[in-house]
T-cell receptor, first 118, second 116 residues
Framework: GAVVSQHPSRVICKSGTSVKIECRSL??????MFWYRQFPKQSLMLMAT?????????EQGVEKDKFLINHASLTLSTLTVTSAHPEDSSFYIC??????????????FGPGTRLTVT | AQTVTQSQPEMSVQEAETVTLSCTYD???????LFWYKQPPSRQMILVIR??????QNATENRFSVNFQKAAKSFSLKISDSQLGDTAMYFC?????????????FGAGTILRVKS
């Protein structure tokens, strides 16, 4: 149980275009989802926290107009990188948290999406 | 703000031997959770072990065990009988329940290489 999927796993886009990454919890309802960015051999950097049905909370320094997050249902959150530039190239990882309870403090991670902007 | 420090950027161990990864954290909280996550070359984050701060007993999961020293704010991971599949980047993480959306605070990570 507790499987989180991401789609696509890899994407290449041209500079100036937008790209959408989907994060789905497959066998549980996720009241909260998190989006991270990771550079090679570095730690995960939290970008934003999204709660179903409400606006995402962005971490300091993250451009909310560039990284649009939508958490439309209890099983789906999307990250849209708008007007992408080469410096947005990175590995993006989502995680999902079950509702409160025994597992409510755990996060389950998706397999990640490698974005390359040319 | 909570911080997590992993002071060993890289480590290596021979297959079948034991290795310990270090983690220290800084918090004024008394109730929190600590985790070790593993990120193999596939980059899928995998939960290795978790520890609730209110529990004095150290958590164990098969070959993985922790040494949780609450007063010293130390949370090391011991891997026994190391296997090639343990090669990965290991992250120590802290979480304060019910605050800040249950956000995880990660350390910088330790790259572990298991050699045959």
């Amino acid at each position: 149980g507790a499987v989180v999927s991401q789609h696509p796993s890899r994407v290449i886009c041209k500079s100036g275009t937008s790209v959408k990454i989907e994060c789905r919890s497959l066998d549980f309802q996720a009241t909260t989802m998190f989006w991270y960015r990771q550079f090679p051999k570095q730690s995960l950097m939290l970008m934003a926290t999204s709660n179903e049905g409400s606006k995402a909370t962005y971490e300091q320094g993250v451009e909310k107009d560039k990284f649009l997050i939508n958490h439309a249902s209890l099983t789906l959150s999307t990250l849209t990188v708008t007007s992408a530039h080469p410096e947005d190239s990175s590995f993006y990882i989502c995680s999902a948290r079950p509702p409160r309870g025994d597992r409510g403090y755990e996060q389950y991670f998706g397999p990640g999406t490698r974005l390359t902007v040319t | 703000a909570q911080t997590v420090t992993q002071s060993q950027p890289e480590m290596s161990v021979q297959e079948a031997e034991t290795v310990t990864l270090s983690c220290t954290y800084d918090t004024s909280e008394s109730n929190y959770y600590l985790f070790w996550y593993k990120q193999p070359p596939s980059r899928q984050m995998i939960l290795v072990i978790r520890q609730e701060a209110y529990k004095q007993q150290n958590a164990t999961e098969n070959r993985f065990s922790v040494n949780f020293q609450k007063a010293a704010k130390s949370f090391s991971l011991k891997i026994s009988d190391s296997q090639l599949g343990d090669t990965a980047m290991y992250f120590c993480a802290f979480m304060k329940p019910m605050e800040y959306g249950n956000k995880l605070v990660f350390g910088a990570g330790t790259i572990l290489r298991v050699k045959s």
